[in-house]
Nanobody
Framework: QVQIVDSGGGLVQPGGSLRLSCRAS????????IGWFRQAPGKEREGVAC????????YYTDSVKGRFTISRTNTKNTVYLQMNSLKPEDTADYYC??????????????????WGRGTRVTVSS
């Protein structure tokens, strides 16, 4: 059974850091595109970053480039999203998802087949 557990959210001051975790079971993260999405109050869900299963390339939306890093560890079957230099506009519910489109060159799709329940990130002083 495919299951995704995303965690690591919390309250952090502007300029701070958080690391989100996406632990997968029932499948191996190496074989599927893994993406992080977020949805802020009153806004549409947006793709933040993803890891391609084909060539290991990564994609980041412009607003997080240079601040966020997506990585994975095969031993723990987990994908991480390291978030540095956080800004109030990063406040959102963050979701990990698997099995969709991701390309370092062409971006990430919005349709993924498997989703975590989300973890809330609040950036505020």
């Amino acid at each position: 059974q495919v299951q995704i557990v995303d965690s690591g959210g919390g309250l952090v001051q502007p300029g701070g850091s958080l690391r989100l975790s996406c632990r997968a079971s029932g499948f191996t993260v190496d074989y599927y595109a893994i993406g992080w999405f977020r949805q802020a109050p009153g806004k549409e869900r947006e793709g933040v970053a993803c890891f391609s299963e084909y060539d290991g390339s990564t994609y980041y939306t412009d607003s997080v480039k240079g601040r966020f890093t997506i990585s994975r560890t095969n031993t723990k079957n987990t994908v991480y999203l390291q978030m540095n230099s956080l800004k109030p506009e990063d406040t959102a519910d963050y979701y990990c998802a698997a099995d969709g489109f991701c390309s370092g060159e062409y971006g990430m799709g919005s349709h993924y087949d498997h989703w975590g329940r989300g973890t809330r990130v609040t950036v505020s002083s």
